[in-house]
């Protein structure tokens, strides 16, 4: 049987792996948060940078790319992303709505607030701060938020917190400051 799933980070410019379809999506019940802490891809474990889960909020949705995985390839997927996801992530069911009329149901990967990584809120600047000087294998934590805020701004997704975070990261970049206080 074929399984969607839903990306709502980096899968969403940078999915990795085979997908018969593609689709903007949505999950309702959720919203995106930078509050997870990467010690591996994004930050190191002395210094991890942030990247984003899903936190409940009855009224609030989260958008993002739906994929469709061929049942014959699925497993090998959900193995590899196991082990992309493996800081704390796991797989949860979710509805995932196309349109009002039209919803299926999927797998997102969430990091839950008692996973070993769990950052939790800050104050955006600090936030910020620590996004600007953090880098991984992955890459500059600041690359993987203004990724996140190019490709929502592609599906035309509106995302306060992102779009602060990006703003308050430039800011701080401009004024050549941000690693003082994030120490």
Not at 20 to 29: I, K, P
Not at 32 to 41: K, P
Not at 154 to 179: C, K, Q, Y
């Amino acid at each position: 049987m074929n399984v969607w799933l839903f990306g709502y980070g980096s899968l969403i410019w940078r999915p990795d792996f085979e997908f018969l379809d593609r689709r903007q999506a949505r999950v309702h019940g959720w919203q995106r948060r930078f509050w997870q802490g990467s010690h591996d891809h994004r930050g190191v474990p002395h210094r991890p940078g942030r990247v984003v889960t899903l936190v409940p909020e009855s009224a609030g949705h989260c958008d993002g790319m739906a994929y469709l995985l061929d049942s014959e390839v699925a497993h090998r997927t959900f193995e590899a992303l196991d082990y992309r996801e493996k800081n704390g992530y796991e797989q949860v069911e979710v509805c995932i709505e196309f349109s009002p009329s039209e919803q299926v149901d999927g797998i997102v990967y969430i990091a839950p607030t008692d996973n070993h990584a769990f950052l939790g809120p800050a104050a955006l600047d600090d936030m910020a701060a620590q996004i600007r000087i953090c880098e991984g294998p992955s890459g500059k934590n600041s690359d993987y938020l203004f990724d996140l805020a190019a490709a929502l701004r592609t599906l035309d997704a509106h995302d306060a917190h992102v779009f602060e975070l990006e703003t308050s990261v430039r800011m701080i970049s401009m004024n050549g400051s941000g690693e003082e206080s994030a120490r």
